[in-house]
């Protein structure tokens, strides 16, 4: 008894345990990554996006019945803004579901598919429509690290019946809109509903992105990225100024950094603001007779409109696959279950999530499905897309992404200039 | 008692458990996160050893001195109006609530217990600007003021933040203090009394001399708590607008685990632990040149 009090072995044996302790944490969860076959077949959705989780479960209980049976569908949910977070935790710990929504930042999905954790779902994509295999692309290196679960188009929706009752025509030129803009808010109308309540200021940022499109090129944040321009250069902070002025005006209403996602998409759907920026995943929104109160046959879409001078046009349009999910690449390997699953997937999400949600995936769909008028007019929206865009973070690190997208409340409140924005992005780039 | 501490069997007996856990679950990581300052990556881009630059990178951040200076003016502001507040209900009990005195001490007592996350709602709530106004507003709106965006300025996200970890908090401080008043002989105060002392000279000359260690202990629990605050800021400002309310805690939590460099974010953390234990020594050594004068 007196040798295991000596310090010595004290020592020893504290080491042996902490050892012990640090190994079993790090050890992961080996129902996902083990070499075993998994009980399970798991997805991490994210709160934001209920569309994912309800299509899945859709699947699971018939196209996907047979592959449900042998691993059953487990959906785990986190905050979209600690995605990134609980994504390196668990790609650290190699405790990657099988499926899991892909990082907010491109730049993280591909450092996760670096080392190994992310499958290059290229084998498995025979389903996916040209289009967004090429917007997959472009995000991440030439390789198809997601599947498109969202194939959007983004733009400005506007309420046809407030824009008609006040006299203006659908706008053309950024300053048809502006003015357009002038004489709602001089009606007592909100311009523009926008989230502006920390990540949510998305949607702000959104507007400087394609200002600077429109009126830089295709190619302006492009050439950031590659070091040819900057973002403090005089015409790209013109950019971010032309937002700015908007919000000192009062455009995006009372308060925008107080605003967040579904209070503003809700903002718009009750008939009090006037436009909205919006991809067209909120396609299951507008169709939704239960939040959309002003009817879908109200609710128009704009292409983000040419500014005097610039070089971009209207038909460069803002093209994403939105919240897409990616495959665990050593879960996948290994287990002839998941590989049915996925394979499942690929088959019949672009059918069900269409004919369930109206929503617009890169997977082929089966052309039966009976889809509603604004989905139809969106849908051929896509088919006609001879230019797509990237949105302005897309090629940002995750650092700069982050605030940039928490500024963008501060921009549309008035509350930043458009070269303080600029400069605060450019010292976050890193 | 002598001969069992003398006997180093019963020491490593006693000592031993809790010295273990201790070093598996602070030492450890300590030394871990220490090491990690001299690297750069995150456990998916693996670890690159930088040598000495991310402490060259801590001087040339541009967002580093507005974290600090928040985190300092945090620290300060929420110290002060902990103590000064606890200290004040505190003597409030001793003086003129002996009777009803638990009742209100468990009223005020009652947001130390309540969750940060639920407490920071209340706020948010309170006072909301947009899409509804929040009471606050309300009422200064029915004074007939024009409402207040609270959380779009930094000066007014910090005095929210300020009045609510002070209101969350003062209730212990109060309760802490409380305690050290009770300590102080009676006879010593009605011998005073009798003399023709005021109150104010009571407090003066009485009351905070002999309660001065337990202030002291309070200040010290006080700044090292607010230096290191997180939980309150992040629920209820999420360190916005922008970043005007993002303490080092935060900043460090951000570019570890969101923007995955953990080597940035431990070497801000080793820059918060040099603050909280330069500002502990240079208490310690107030207090004591004190005790020291007083005795002499």
């Not at chain 1, 590989?339 to 269409?354: P, R, S």
């Not at chain 1, 302005?392 to 409140?413: C, D, I, M, P, R």
């Not at chain 2, 947001?111 to 309300?138: C, D, M, R, S, Y």
């Not at chain 2, 000359?205 to 605050?229: D, E, Q, Y």
Request: glycine letters at 10%; a neutral charge.
């Amino acid at each position: 008894m007196a040798s295991l009090f000596r310090p010595k072995t004290l020592v020893a044996l504290g080491a042996a345990t902490a050892l012990a302790l640090t190994t079993a944490a790090c050890g992961g969860d080996d129902s996902s990554s083990g070499d075993s076959a998994a009980k399970n077949f798991s997805f991490l959705a994210i709160n934001e996006n209920t569309t994912i989780a309800k299509t899945l479960t859709s699947l699971s209980q018939k196209e996907c019945a047979t592959e449900n049976t042998a691993q059953p569908l487990e959906i785990k949910k986190q905050a979209q803004a600690s995605l990134d977070q609980q994504l390196q935790l668990l790609g650290g710990q190699g405790a990657l579901p099988q499926l899991f929504t892909a990082a907010n930042a491109p730049s993280l999905t591909k450092q996760l598919a670096g080392n190994g954790s992310v499958l290059d779902a290229a084998s498995v994509s025979q389903g996916v429509q040209p289009a967004a295999t090429s917007v997959i692309k472009s995000l991440y290196d030439d390789k198809q690290l997601v599947l498109p679960t969202e194939l959007n188009i983004e733009g400005i929706w506007y309420n046809k019946k407030l824009l008609a009752d006040n006299g203006i025509t659908v706008p053309a030129t950024w300053d048809d809109l502006v003015a357009a803009f002038a004489k709602l808010q001089a009606a007592g109308v909100q311009p523009i509903s926008q989230a502006g309540k920390g990540g949510d200021g998305w949607g702000v940022t959104r507007w400087v992105g394609n200002y600077l499109l429109r009126s830089q090129g295709p190619d302006a944040l492009k050439k950031v990225a590659d070091g040819s321009a900057k973002l403090t250069d005089p015409q790209y902070v013109a950019a971010a100024d032309a937002i700015a002025d908007l919000g000192r005006k009062g455009y995006f209403g009372k308060s925008p950094t107080s605003i967040d996602y579904a209070t503003a998409l809700n903002t718009f759907e009750t008939g009090k603001a006037a436009f909205i920026y919006m991809g067209s995943w909120a396609l299951s929104d507008f169709n939704d007779p239960g939040k959309n109160k002003i009817g879908a046959d109200n609710v128009g879409f704009l292409k983000f409109p040419t500014v005097a001078g610039g070089s971009g046009t209207a038909d460069q349009m803002p093209a994403n696959v939105g919240t897409a999910v990616a495959i665990a690449k050593k879960s996948y390997e290994k287990d002839p279950k998941t590989q049915a699953w996925v394979k499942c997937i690929v088959a019949n999400y672009g059918t069900v999530a269409l004919r369930d949600s109206s929503q617009i995936t890169g997977f082929a769909a089966d052309a039966g499905v009976q889809v509603p008028a604004l989905t139809k007019q969106i849908q051929d929206e896509i088919a006609g897309v001879q230019t797509s865009v990237l949105w302005f973070e897309a090629y940002f690190s995750a650092k700069a992404t982050t605030v940039s997208q928490n500024s963008g409340g501060q921009l549309a409140g008035g509350q930043l200039t458009g070269e303080k924005f600029m400069q605060t992005v450019t010292s976050n780039l890193g | 008692m002598h001969s069992v501490l003398g006997d180093r069997k019963s020491v490593a007996l006693l000592l031993g458990p809790a010295l273990l856990v201790y070093s598996l679950v602070m030492l450890v990581p300590m030394l871990w996160s220490l090491g990690y300052t001299f690297y750069t990556g995150s456990v998916i881009s693996g670890f690159t050893f930088t040598g000495l630059d991310n402490f060259t990178k801590l001087f040339d951040d541009p967002a580093l001195p507005s974290s600090l200076w928040f985190t300092v003016k945090y620290a300060v502001v929420i110290t002060a109006g902990q103590v000064l507040m606890g200290y004040l209900l505190a003597l409030l009990y001793v003086f003129f609530l002996r009777r009803a005195g638990s009742v209100v001490r468990t009223l005020i007592f009652f947001p130390v217990i309540l969750p940060t996350v639920a407490v920071a709602l209340l706020f948010q709530k309170f006072f909301e600007f947009a899409p509804q106004t929040g009471p606050v507003n309300a009422l200064i709106e029915a004074f007939g003021g024009t409402g207040v965006d609270w959380f779009a300025t930094p000066g007014h996200a910090f005095l929210v933040v300020a009045l609510m970890d002070i209101w969350r908090s003062m209730g212990f401080y109060a309760v802490l203090l409380y305690a050290g008043l009770l300590d102080i002989p009676d006879d010593l105060m009605e011998a005073a009394a009798l003399d023709g002392a005021t109150t104010w000279r009571l407090i003066r000359s009485i009351i905070v001399p002999l309660s001065l260690p337990v202030l002291v202990s309070s200040l010290v629990f006080s700044i090292n708590g607010t230096l290191k605050a997180f939980d309150s800021i992040y629920a209820l400002t999420g360190g916005g607008p922008g970043s005007a309310t993002t303490p080092l805690t935060l900043y460090m939590y951000q570019t570890s685990f969101a923007y995955g460099d953990y080597g940035y974010g431990s070497t801000i953390a080793l820059t918060l632990t040099v603050l909280c234990l330069l500002v502990t020594v240079l208490i310690f050594r107030a207090t004591r040149r004190d005790a020291g004068q007083e005795q002499s």
